[in-house]
């Protein structure tokens, strides 16, 4: 189950969050200034935002298994439709429904991995699970750039879609729901969101995920542009960057479960993203070649905690409400990652990177200070963390 809940979200993020890789090829292309090609790239995003609730109360309602076969299938072919479109306006919308078909496998494979996993797993299983986004976009930065080389947009954006019709099959043949999914119907407990510390978190993981999407969204940008790189080698070097990435995110899971806490080492990340993301300004403003290992430090750091705040955002709901308190979480970044490729493509356009850089790094202190790292002590303190049932 954890391996088809990874692959799952390893195949949608390709193509939910891979486009950025085909930016240098869509502004050479189309001719696409960086803000109308970061509004492009995070299209899916806006998709997502629609949809993540719904899925997450589909889940809840009809079992993680369906949830994600019925999304991915529609991503993979929502994808192979976008790469037959010829026009720009009608691809930014297939790209929007992209997004809103992939919600799915966030809300759901989550749900999927917490219903197989115990308290003190959960940490690890989540992270391995959240790999699946950096995993996605190593896959993305090694296939499409030479892709679009070779074939064009149609190519770039078809095997993908194709790789997700696959993956579906395996979920439709494999995955299970979880055991305690066919329980006898219980009484639901009360809403999490009449306290405050729900709102806390996923206000926090928004900010957190700035400095995640403006590395993602830009590096290959700035490496080509700035720097440049061959579009197919600033690929190469970003998917092994994103390979690092997911090693991050297995490593701070494994550090949670050791610590019994999911938002203190959330914390301790979000800080060192905020220095990371100045390291990379100064290096930027330099013209050092250090930059470019300043770069990868921001991608890997800025990555590391998504899976935490997941984890946390499913406990601190309880089994029954952790399908819809997960889209909630979901929607709120992909608010955040909407909003930000195209400040910062602004910012890069009017002020340089290396200012947009040092801007972005404002956004991981607004987190860290939010996150509800006391609430979170409390709440186990009395108990509520939630196992399942």
Same mark, same amino acid.
Do not use: K
């Given at each position: 189950?954890?391996? !088809?809940?990874?692959?799952?979200?390893?195949?949608?993020?390709?193509?939910?969050?891979?486009?950025?890789?085909?930016?240098?090829?869509?502004?050479?292309?189309?001719?696409?200034?960086?803000?109308?090609? *970061?509004?492009?790239?995070?299209?899916?995003?806006?998709? @997502?935002?629609?949809?993540?609730?719904?899925?997450?109360?589909?889940?809840?309602?009809?079992?993680?298994?369906?949830?994600?076969?019925?999304?991915?299938?529609?991503?993979?072919?929502?994808?192979?439709?976008?790469?037959?479109?010829?026009? &720009?306006?009608?691809?930014?919308?297939?790209?929007? !429904?992209?997004?809103?078909?992939?919600?799915? /496998?966030?809300?759901?494979? *989550?749900?999927?991995?917490?219903?197989?996993?115990?308290?003190?797993?959960?940490?690890?299983?989540?992270?391995?699970?959240?790999?699946?986004?950096?995993? $996605?976009?190593?896959?993305?930065?090694?296939?499409?750039?030479?892709?679009?080389?070779?074939?064009? &947009?149609?190519?770039?954006?078809?095997?993908?879609?194709? +790789?997700?019709?696959? /993956?579906?099959?395996?979920?439709?043949?494999?995955?299970?729901?979880?055991?305690?999914?066919?329980?006898?119907?219980?009484?639901?407990?009360?809403?999490?969101?009449?306290?405050?510390?729900?709102?806390?978190?996923?206000?926090?993981?928004?900010?957190?995920?700035?400095?995640?999407?403006?590395?993602?969204?830009?590096?290959?940008?700035?490496?080509?542009?700035?720097?440049?790189?061959?579009?197919?080698?600033?690929?190469? &070097?970003?998917? /092994?960057?994103?390979? $690092?990435?997911?090693?991050?995110? @297995?490593?701070?899971?494994?550090?949670?479960?050791?610590? $019994?806490?999911?938002?203190?080492?959330?914390?301790? +990340?979000?800080?060192?993203?905020?220095?990371?993301? &100045?390291?990379?300004?100064?290096?930027?403003?330099?013209?050092?070649?250090? /930059?470019?290992?300043?770069?990868?430090?921001?991608?890997?750091?800025?990555?590391?905690?998504?899976?935490?705040?997941?984890?946390?955002?499913?406990?601190?709901?309880?089994?029954?409400?952790? *399908?819809?308190?997960?889209?909630?979480?979901?929607?709120?970044?992909?608010?955040?990652?909407?909003?930000?490729?195209?400040?910062?493509?602004?910012?890069? *356009?009017?002020?340089?990177?290396?200012?947009?850089?040092?801007?972005?790094?404002?956004?991981?202190?607004?987190?860290?200070? !939010?996150?509800?790292?006391? $609430?979170?002590?409390?709440?186990?303190?009395?108990?509520?963390?939630?196992?399942?049932?």
């Amino acid at each position: 189950m954890l391996a !088809l809940g990874t692959s799952a979200q390893a195949v949608a993020t390709s193509l939910l969050f891979g486009l950025p890789f085909l930016l240098p090829y869509l502004r050479r292309a189309e001719g696409l200034t960086l803000v109308q090609g *970061g509004a492009l790239v995070a299209a899916p995003s806006l998709g @997502m935002v629609v949809t993540l609730i719904a899925w997450g109360a589909f889940a809840d309602r009809y079992g993680e298994r369906l949830a994600i076969a019925l999304g991915l299938g529609l991503t993979g072919l929502l994808g192979l439709a976008a790469a037959a479109m010829g026009s &720009l306006g009608g691809r930014a919308v297939l790209f929007a !429904l992209v997004g809103a078909a992939g919600a799915s /496998v966030n809300s759901a494979s *989550g749900r999927l991995v917490m219903g197989w996993f115990g308290p003190h797993q959960r940490g690890l299983a989540m992270g391995i699970r959240q790999t699946g986004q950096p995993l $996605g976009i190593a896959l993305a930065g090694a296939l499409l750039p030479p892709l679009s080389r070779y074939g064009g &947009l149609r190519l770039a954006l078809a095997v993908p879609a194709t +790789i997700c019709m696959v /993956v579906t099959a395996a979920v439709v043949l494999l995955a299970a729901d979880p055991p305690h999914d066919r329980v006898a119907e219980q009484t639901r407990p009360p809403s999490p969101y009449r306290a405050l510390i729900l709102w806390r978190l996923h206000a926090a993981s928004s900010l957190l995920v700035v400095p995640q999407f403006a590395t993602l969204a830009f590096s290959a940008e700035y490496l080509v542009s700035q720097r440049g790189w061959d579009a197919t080698t600033a690929g190469q &070097l970003l998917a /092994v960057v994103a390979v $690092g990435g997911a090693a991050g995110r @297995m490593v701070s899971g494994h550090w949670s479960d050791i610590a $019994g806490s999911r938002l203190g080492p959330m914390r301790v +990340i979000a800080l060192t993203a905020s220095v990371s993301m &100045l390291f990379l300004a100064l290096t930027a403003s330099t013209g050092a070649s250090l /930059v470019v290992f300043a770069l990868a430090i921001a991608s890997i750091v800025s990555v590391s905690d998504n899976g935490l705040g997941f984890t946390a955002t499913a406990e601190l709901a309880g089994r029954a409400w952790s *399908g819809r308190a997960l889209g909630v979480q979901n929607t709120m970044q992909n608010v955040a990652a909407f909003g930000t490729a195209p400040l910062v493509g602004a910012l890069a *356009g009017s002020f340089g990177f290396s200012w947009a850089f040092a801007v972005v790094a404002v956004f991981p202190v607004l987190g860290a200070w !939010l996150t509800p790292v006391e $609430g979170e002590r409390r709440a186990r303190s009395a108990g509520s963390q939630t196992t399942p049932q």
